[in-house]
């Protein structure tokens, strides 16, 4: 059962003194929620794959006068456990722990029959969807330990509760995704102060749903700003003891 969060209007420093790591940070939503993120105190980690989206990312967020975020690159696609690893050492030794998680990294795959779907294509989706989101949190477990309240976040989507013809490995790794996390909140519960959940974007004005809806005018779909108070809501301190729930950020 998905939830909404209402109407819910977040402190302006609701995230102040919070390390919060974003993946895909470069483009669409991840952009927004890193500036989202700083612009109510969040010192931001910025992982994506592109070195020039992260820098301009960073540079927005400090001409608006947020903290000094961080920038690590990552291709998802070619990261193995060592790679993850490395990467939560890194952030333990800059930052000593991890406050919150946003897995928002992600790729589409083919809009075609599982009987025409491209085997390579389907392992990349999921090592992006989900192998991925595995092994950083798999990594990062022990730093958002440290934090009084640490939050992950994962992204998912209407396909990934109920499949739909030619969504494939898409559909199919947010299952996979909604798994994850209901399996690990329910570890956590009652002995972690880490809470565990998802977030259903919907429509959002992004270059994957573009690619997902050719024909579609951009105009007449939500932009990624608008769904943001779900995101500051289950980063921020208003969702402590929220877990193993699934939010839609519309309506």
Do not use: C
């Amino acid at each position: 059962m998905s939830e909404t969060i209402g109407n819910y209007t977040p402190a302006p420093d609701l995230l102040k003194d919070k390390v919060i790591l974003v993946t895909g940070a470069g483009d669409g939503i991840g952009r927004i929620a890193a500036r989202t993120f700083a612009a109510h105190g969040a010192t931001v980690i910025l992982l994506g794959r592109t070195t020039a989206k992260l820098e301009a990312v960073y540079d927005e967020i400090e001409q608006a006068g947020g903290p000094q975020p961080a920038i690590f690159p990552m291709d998802l696609n070619e990261a193995q456990i060592e790679t993850f690893e490395h990467f939560a050492e890194a952030v333990d030794q800059e930052f000593g722990r991890l406050d919150g998680l946003l897995h928002n990294a992600g790729v589409l795959g083919q809009r075609t029959p599982i009987a025409n779907y491209h085997f390579a294509t389907w392992e990349q989706v999921m090592r992006v969807n989900v192998n991925a989101a595995f092994g950083l949190t798999k990594t990062l477990l022990p730093l958002l330990e440290k934090s009084e309240a640490g939050s992950v976040v994962f992204t998912g989507s209407g396909v990934g509760l109920k499949g739909r013809a030619f969504w494939g490995a898409y559909a199919v790794s947010k299952f996979a995704t909604e798994g994850l996390m209901q399996v690990l909140a329910d570890e956590l519960d009652g002995v972690s102060n880490t809470r565990v959940n998802s977030i259903n974007p919907g429509a959002t004005r992004t270059n994957m749903r573009a690619a997902a809806y050719p024909a579609e005018d951009p105009r007449t779909v939500t932009s990624a700003e608008d769904i943001m108070p779900t995101y500051l809501y289950l980063m921020g301190d208003d969702s402590r003891g929220v877990s193993g729930k699934q939010f839609n950020a519309q309506g």
